[in-house]
């Protein structure tokens, strides 16, 4: 059993210690110092570089596949560049290495550019609102076995990834503007011009309708007894679909209330009596 150093001898070794950990910082303060600002450096640029692409370059680009490998290329160039300047800078040589994973780097993105499409891959971001199965929300988290779903009423649902990529997906975050459909029956005896009319103005009045891809326009789907079936409809940006919606609907029954010539048909059921002849 090896001997227990005395307590004074102990505090010495420990003191000594630090003062040498601490002479080492010292010698070593410079080179962590600027270690730590290439990395922030590189991260900068990289966020910068990506923030400008976002704004400037991605909305104009048809290939969004090439854009996208050619910034993750340039990405990971500052992200090697920055290591292998972090390692030069501590004294590591670099000179054999650095050749190699620059060369790794541009025979990598080749190879992604080109299997990509050949890779299944989840059609989704997590912030994407979409609907599987029936079950319509927000994604908040995706990993390899599971994806969370939170539903607009607060509950958040689990679904296995793997029955999630089996099933029928609808993305509505994937394209700018998303189409409003309103149907509505009016009764026979209203001025059909004018509904369709009104339709159209209601929904060209409001600032959040876009022109492109189409301005608002109507059609008449269905006549019956007891009314015609109209559609109506106009494009809006993503983010506004649901309050637009809601809005254009109040502004149209609040039009057909004032408005005599035109009236929403109601449920109709005709009742026949046939009477028995009396003997």
């Known amino acids: 059993m090896a001997e227990k150093l005395p307590v004074e001898e102990q505090i010495e070794e420990i003191a000594d210690t630090t003062v040498l950990v601490f002479d080492k910082l010292g010698n070593?303060?410079?080179?962590?110092?600027?270690?730590?600002?290439?990395?922030?450096?590189?991260?900068?640029?990289?966020?910068?570089?990506?923030?400008?692409?976002?704004?400037?370059?991605?909305p104009h680009i048809k290939n969004k596949r090439l854009i996208r490998v050619f910034f993750g290329t340039?990405?990971?160039?500052?992200?090697?560049?920055?290591?292998?300047?972090?390692?030069?800078?501590?004294?590591?040589?670099?000179?054999?290495?650095?050749?190699?994973?620059?060369?790794?780097?541009?025979?990598?993105?080749?190879?992604?550019?080109?299997?990509?499409?050949?890779?299944?891959?989840?059609?989704?971001?997590i912030?994407?609102?979409v609907e599987v199965n029936g079950i319509f929300g927000v994604i908040t988290a995706i990993d390899v076995f599971r994806i969370t779903i939170k539903q607009f009423d607060g509950?958040?649902?689990?679904?296995?990834?793997?029955?999630?990529?089996?099933?029928?997906?609808?993305?509505?975050?994937?394209?700018?503007?998303?189409?409003?459909?309103?149907?509505?029956?009016?009764?026979?005896?209203?001025?059909?011009?004018?509904?369709?009319?009104?339709?159209?103005?209601?929904m060209g009045a409001d600032e959040r309708v876009v022109n492109d891809p189409s301005p608002p326009f109507t059609h008449i789907v269905n006549a019956t007894a007891s009314g015609v079936d109209m559609v109506a409809y106009c494009w809006v940006k993503n983010e506004d679909w649901l309050s637009t919606r809601t809005d254009l609907w109040q502004k149209l029954v609040a039009t057909f209330n004032v408005d005599e010539s035109i009236s929403m048909s109601l449920p109709q059921q005709e009742v026949f009596v046939h009477s028995e002849p009396t003997g």
């Not at 070593?28 to 990506?50: D, N, R, T």
């Not at 689990?158 to 700018?176: G, L, W």
């Not at 509505?184 to 209601?202: A, G, M, P, Y």
């Open 155 to 202: 509950t958040s649902v689990t679904i296995p990834t793997a029955a999630v990529m089996a099933s029928t997906i609808k993305n509505f975050s994937v394209i700018p503007h998303r189409r409003i459909e309103i149907m509505l029956s009016v009764n026979n005896d209203s001025d059909i011009d004018k509904t369709r009319q009104v339709f159209v103005e209601v």
């Open 127 to 129: 912030g994407h609102i």
């Open 74 to 125: 340039l990405y990971v160039f500052v992200l090697i560049i920055m290591a292998l300047l972090v390692l030069d800078k501590i004294g590591v040589p670099v000179d054999g290495v650095a050749h190699l994973a620059l060369a790794g780097v541009l025979i990598g993105s080749v190879v992604v550019f080109f299997l990509v499409p050949f890779i299944p891959s989840l059609p989704f971001f």
């Open 28 to 58: 070593y303060g410079a080179q962590i110092a600027g270690s730590l600002y290439l990395v922030i450096g590189a991260m900068l640029v990289i966020f910068l570089i990506h923030r400008l692409a976002g704004k400037l370059i991605y």
